[in-house]
Each structure stands twice: as structure tokens, then as C-alpha cells.
Nanobody, 121 residues
């Protein structure tokens, strides 16, 4: 059974940093593209960052240069390092898995439960 569990969210001041983790179990993690999405209150879920099986990455323009996605296949875990956080980064952050490269949230079947990130002074 595919399972994804996010952790690492919390309250941080503007300009601060957080590292989110996405731990996978029940499947061959290294075979999947891992993607982070986020959803703010009243808004649609949006693409944040993606990492392919081979370590290639893609980022939303809004986070490029501030966020970094990585993965450790030996630990079946993906990470999202978030620097220079802004209030507009406040959202629930989800990791998701897919067999192909796509940033369309509607095409993902496997999701974690989400972790809240709040950027506020």
C-alpha cells in the first residue's frame, strides 16, 4: 500500500527557513517522481517543486531560487528546503508521487496528508 507522510511544517517568521520531509513506504520509492504542492485557504492546490527518479528538478517561478527539492532513495524520503520564506508561502504543503513527469495535481493518485506551514511575524 502506497503511503506518504509529510513532516517539518510549523510557524516561522518572514525570512526564515524550514525543511519539509516526505517519507514513503509500501512501494519502490526510487521508481517515482515526487512532487510538492501547496494549498492556501480559498485557493486551488498549486505546484511547488518536482524531482524525477534521476534527480532532475523543476520549480514554480514563485519559489525558484528560494526552495530546493531533493531525495534520498535509500531512505525513501524526499525533502523540500524552504529559505527566505514569505507570508504568501503560508499553506498546507503536500507531497505526491507519480510514475511520470507532470505538474498537474489532478493526475496524481498518491498523496500525503499535508503539513501546515505558516509564515508570520
Amino acid at each position: 500500500q502506497v503511503q506518504l507522510v509529510e513532516s517539518g511544517g510549523g510557524l516561522v517568521q518572514p525570512g526564515g527557513s524550514l525543511r519539509l520531509s516526505c517519507a514513503a513506504s509500501g512501494w519502490t520509492f526510487s521508481n517515482y517522481v515526487i512532487t510538492w504542492f501547496r494549498q492556501a485557504p480559498g485557493k486551488e492546490r498549486e505546484f511547488v517543486a518536482l524531482i524525477t527518479r534521476y534527480g532532475g528538478t523543476s520549480y514554480a517561478d514563485s519559489v525558484k531560487g528560494r526552495f530546493a527539492i531533493s531525495r534520498d532513495n535509500a531512505k525513501s524520503t524526499a525533502y523540500l528546503r524552504m529559505n527566505s520564506l514569505k507570508p504568501e508561502d503560508t499553506a498546507v504543503y503536500y507531497c505526491a508521487a507519480h510514475t511520470t513527469f507532470t505538474v498537474d495535481a489532478r493526475s496524481y493518485d498518491y498523496w500525503g496528508q499535508g503539513t501546515q506551514v505558516t509564515v508570520s511575524s
